[in-house]
């Protein structure tokens, strides 16, 4: 959907949509740019990778779970381990994410969950949480109400920063475990940051005690998630994959930026997208992806929509906001704790919510 299109029809004859279309993309544009100079200025805050707290060792810190059942009721009231006040305040609210609705179109064809893993040619291996703690990492206990941990993925040329206000957001609702992934903005190749996120996601799970993890990735990090989810044989790891303006058949953005290697596997018809398209029985991973009618990164629009027999998806339709918003927006982050607490359920109503 090109807003060009429209041009020729606005000055044939008046048309309440063309005029409509014109004034929120308007504003569209001119969030687009605050944004953009918004995220100039933390960028720098985001190229080193982000610090993390350090695992308690056992019997120190928090303990383990036998020994703080053997605790008294006055001691474990004090050496309880520490945790942010904002992520476990039950009042804590976003009113603009609250006053949202964002609803979905459900894709016809669900996965059938009972066959292996991805059948890709680049399969996963087996389960090396194992492995990792044996080496060293002590894994910490887990609650069965806990969320799993949410690794946060970039999109081309940016890194962990595009998501400091939804990283606050899901905090402030109860996610203890968030992990942020910053691949080299000089990587040539998007199998080698699938890769690179297979051995992260491994270590999380290693380090946090959790078996499965869900991951929100922004343009070009929902394609290397999905890639390492569909063709590394991910969905044993993750649960839910939520993409935000990912370009999941191609698109055709920026055709000046083709010189690129990751730009050039984006485009339509290209092998990695061709790859995509292979049959992919038994994966067990929910996809939710957002779309806006207004990303002009994604041409088309709908290209940021998974279309897959053999996947079990959702598709979000966002309007009102571009491609920047997306992983900023209120309400684009309320509509992301839902998904990601309701197992796409609240999400798989027919139609579109204004964002806006």
Known sequence: MKVLSFLPLLLRRPCLRPAWLSSTLVRATALELVILAGHVLIYPSG????????TPAPGTGAGSAADRITRSADTAATDTADVDPGATDPGTTDPAAKDAAVTAST?????DTTGPAGTGDRAGTGDRAGTAQAAGTTALPTKEDDHPPVVLLHGFIDNRSVFVLLRRSLARHG???LESLNYSPLTCDIRTAAELLDRHVEEICARTGHREVDIVGHSLGGL???YY??????D?????????GTP????????LAGAHPIVRQMRSGSDLIEELRHPAPGCRTRFVSFWSELDRVMLPVE??????PDLDAVNVRVTGIGHLALPVHPAVASAIRQALESDGAALGAPGAASVA
Do not use: K, S
């Open 236 to 244: 044993r790891r993750v649960r839910t994959l939520v993409t935000l």
């Open 107 to 111: 894709e016809t064809d669900l996965a």
């Open 224 to 226: 290397i998630a999905r």
């Open 47 to 54: 190229l080193t990778p982000e610090r993390r707290r350090p």
């Open 229 to 234: 989810v569909q063709r590394l044989g991910g």
């Open 175 to 177: 996610w203890r475990h």
């Open 248 to 255: 999941h058949g191609g698109t055709a953005a920026a055709p």
């Open 303 to 308: 290209t940021a929509c998974v279309d897959h």
